[in-house]
T-cell receptor, first 112, second 114 residues
Framework: DAKTTQPPSMDCAEGRAANLPCNHS???????VYWYRQIHSQGPQYIIH???NNETNEMASLIITEDRKSSTLILPHATLRDTAVYYC?????????????FGSGTRLLVRP | SAVISQKPSRDICQRGTSLTIQCQVD?????MFWYRQQPGQSLTLIAT?????????ESGFVIDKFPISRPNLTFSTLTVSNMSPEDSSIYLC???????????FGSGTQLSVL
């Protein structure tokens, strides 16, 4: 079963920051927080992941609370092409199976 | 990043027939996975395709219905057997790259069963 809780939908205006929350209150010490997104009719795309420190890459920033029970994915300047379903997943990266278990995700709509 | 190609991209099949979906990765990978995405739903893991051994199936999925092959480190197939309309879904292949920190996905196979 998925170990994360996300709002089913959100929207934001184009050019503004999109902040997508995720609750993972039962996360274990060796589990990472991963974010993927799925644009309509495509396979999921990796965005970012982190263990306990905040992370940033060319796509987004990931803010993980100190107790690691929740996190926020930030798209700093959302564009219409960021409209997608965003999945927050916890996973033991060093687990030999490496499998991802998807929850229901957040459907983000970026408005013009 | 790994490039994953799936064939066919879509198919329409008759009830009772079988379809084999191919997944080709442009580099050697350790782990490959097959997912199903029913209309309007999230992804559900079907199985882990193990190279050189039998696939590991998730609860609710069985080998007789979804036989999987993994003959080498770049290729896998998933067969959907004795299809029914309930098997109409998108089937996605994924593979890990490098140390396993990232999984990459193919664009999927859209299957419709009449």
């Amino acid at each position: 079963d998925a170990k994360t809780t996300q709002p089913p939908s959100m929207d934001c205006a184009e050019g503004r920051a999109a902040n997508l929350p995720c609750n993972h209150s039962t996360i274990s010490g060796n589990e990472y927080v991963y974010w993927y997104r799925q644009i309509h009719s495509q396979g999921p795309q990796y965005i970012i992941h982190g263990l306990k420190n905040n992370e940033t890459n060319e796509m987004a920033s990931l803010i993980i609370t100190e107790d690691r029970k929740s996190s926020t994915l930030i798209l700093p300047h959302a564009t219409l092409r960021d409209t997608a379903v965003y999945y927050c997943i916890v996973r033991a990266a060093m687990d030999s199976s490496y499998k991802l278990i998807f929850g229901s995700g957040t459907r983000l709509l970026v408005r013009p | 990043s790994a490039v994953i190609s799936q064939k066919p991209s879509r198919d329409i099949c008759q009830r009772g027939t079988s379809l084999t979906i191919q997944c080709q990765v442009d580099s050697q990978v350790t782990m490959m996975f097959w997912y199903r995405q029913q209309p309007g739903q999230s992804l559900t893991l079907i199985a882990t395709a193990n190279q050189g051994s039998e696939a590991t199936y998730e609860s609710g999925f069985v080998i007789d219905k979804f036989p999987i092959s993994r003959p080498n480190l770049t290729f896998s197939t998933l067969t959907v057997s004795n299809m029914s309309p309930e098997d109409s879904s998108i089937y996605l292949c994924s593979a890990e790259q490098g140390s396993g920190e990232k999984l990459f996905f193919g664009s999927g196979t859209q299957l419709s069963v009449l």
